[in-house]
């Protein structure tokens, strides 16, 4: 392996670019013609346009991401997150045409791509999982007797999942025969899939995932992140660990997530994402077989490049870490900073980055995929770059990202800046007492409240303006009728005072 395609764009596609070279592996970027002047292009060092802006016609056309690889000369594909990373006939076709897959295999992708099927599995290899359905159901008489042996409250959930559609909360038998009409209604519209099955609902959980790692020879884990900060199933901040999570949790999450990921064969990095109740409880929910968005705060507490691992074990080398008891060393929080307005109901944002200060400092890491002069449209999602920080515990943590949030500007587009300065400030989350509900609960963080010393900088702004004013009043004292109306005279002797 010497030169990579990295079948992605943004902050992801950078991060993939600089572990290569860490490697000493050539990384060739690809484009649209939105991306055409990206920053992860120009660090890249080599780079082949794919197609016009529309995601469809470019990062997601997997013909022309083949062909580029050829074109470039590259022998391995790198898909990051999103776009692609999921497909095992992606997977498929760049092994297909010779060149090395930077993933796990197009098998398991398979395998924890059905969920029902996955269910199955891990409750076969031992992993929990929440006591429900592991077939789809499409008769109101087992479902009520399922329903009725759980225990209400129930989920309908779809088979084919993902992004929370097509689910349904159901409090009673009343309530079922019309939440599978329209769980499946929805799943169908979404999925093309009106497969539902059901499941008891867990309430107040977080949502805390477990990272994974395995080469040839072993599979291990690299401890947990909390990942409750959601909003519609968006995370907008992620910790490592998680004030819910001690040693023995840890140990517990941690044998699972391996099981799951040797009960598919699983290679590389892997995320599985597990429900953990106010109990201690904890059910698998699913494993996503990529890099995810929030690996850094894992890197920063582990010690470990992720992104590098993967390049090594695709590569066929062992992993760099070592055997043995592995633990989490202080604190990392991640904010993820997007062009989308909390005061306009997240909506994204478009405009040109006009300016840009990036925080820096102790611990302070920033994942970022934009510069100054960059448009932000509405083609890529809206995150804009990564603000990561690492501290001895979480109070120094929480301190040093308020800090780094303030040295943060961001001008020409609207984005959540405001929003995570007011979370980071806030009591509750600062105690860490949070579920997968705490922004539903808090709708007054997205509204921009001023602060006591916002309020007095404005205060000293205004009076500094208005008396830059006055002093700009000079008296006229050419001979001329200009300026002699009411307001005039009236600012003449205001000045003159
Ligand atoms: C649940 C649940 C409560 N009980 N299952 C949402 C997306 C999908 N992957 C699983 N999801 C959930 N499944 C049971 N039995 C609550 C959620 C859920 C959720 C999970 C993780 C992160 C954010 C969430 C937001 C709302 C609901």
């Known amino acids: 392996m010497q030169r990579v395609l990295i079948a992605n764009r943004g902050e992801i596609a950078l991060r993939i670019v600089r572990a290569c070279h860490e490697e000493g592996l050539e990384a060739v970027a690809v484009y649209s013609a939105a991306d055409r002047s990206s920053p992860h292009v120009r660090a890249a060092d080599r780079a082949v346009a794919i197609g016009p802006a529309s995601p469809t016609r470019s990062y997601l056309n997997i013909e022309r991401l083949i062909e580029a690889a050829h074109e470039a000369g590259a022998d ?3 898909p990051g997150y999103g776009f692609l990373a999921e497909r095992a006939a992606f997977a498929e076709a760049v092994e297909a045409a010779g060149l090395v897959w930077i993933g796990p295999p197009p098998s398991a992708i398979r395998a924890m791509g059905d969920k029902t099927a996955a269910r199955r599995r891990m409750q076969q290899a031992g992993v929990p999982i929440v006591p429900g359905a592991s077939a789809p159901i499409d008769d109101i008489g087992p479902a009520l007797g399922l329903a009725r042996e759980v225990g209400y409250p129930v989920m309908v959930k779809a088979t084919a999942g993902g992004g929370g559609k097509g689910m349904r909360v159901v409090r009673n038998p009343d309530e079922l025969p019309a939440a599978l009409e329209t769980a499946a209604s929805e799943a169908l519209k979404a999925f093309g899939d009106a497969g ?5 609902l867990i309430v107040r959980p ?6 994974v790692l395995a080469d040839d020879r072993r599979t291990i884990h690299l401890g947990e992140r909390e990942c409750s900060i959601q909003r519609r199933h ?3 901040v992620e910790e490592a660990p998680s004030s819910a999570v001690d040693l023995e949790l840890r140990e517990w999450m941690g044998a699972a997530a391996v099981s799951a990921a040797e009960a598919v064969g699983y290679r590389g990095a892997g995320t599985c994402e597990f429900l953990l109740a ?3 409880s904890f059910y698998f929910l699913e494993m996503n077989t990529r890099i995810q968005v929030e690996h850094p705060v894992t890197e920063l507490v582990y010690g470990v490049d992720l992104v590098r691992e993967q390049l090594r074990i695709a590569a066929g080398e062992p992993m760099r870490v070592h055997p043995g008891w592995l633990s989490p060393r202080g604190w990392a929080i991640e904010c993820r900073i997007t062009s989308e307005d909390p005061a306009n109901g997240f909506l994204p944002s478009t405009g040109r980055i006009a300016y840009l200060r990036i925080p820096g400092g102790p611990g302070v890491r920033w994942d970022g995929g934009v510069d100054v002069g960059d448009e932000i449209t509405l083609y890529y999602d809206s995150m804009l770059a990564k603000l990561i920080v690492w501290a001895p515990d ?3 943590a929480i301190r040093r990202m308020r800090r780094a949030l303030e040295e943060l500007a961001i001008l020409g587009v609207a984005t959540n800046q405001g929003f995570h300065r007011r979370l980071l400030a806030d009591p509750a989350f600062q105690a860490g007492d949070i579920d997968i509900q705490f922004l539903d609960r808090r709708p007054d963080l997205a509204q921009p409240q001023l602060t006591d010393g916002e309020v007095a ?3 000293v702004a205004a009076a500094l303006a208005e008396d830059e004013a006055r002093r700009s009043r000079r008296p006229v004292v050419s001979g001329d009728d200009r300026g002699s109306d009411a307001w005039t005279e ?5 000045a003159l005072r």
């Open 278 to 280: 106010p109990d201690r």
């Open 206 to 211: 977080r949502h805390v995932e477990i990272q």
């Open 457 to 459: 900088q404005i205060a």
């Open 196 to 200: 539902v099955y059901l499941e008891k």
């Open 394 to 396: 979480r109070p120094q």
């Open 490 to 494: 009236r600012a003449r002797r205001e």
């Open 76 to 78: 391995a594909v790198h």
């Open 234 to 236: 968006q995370k907008l």
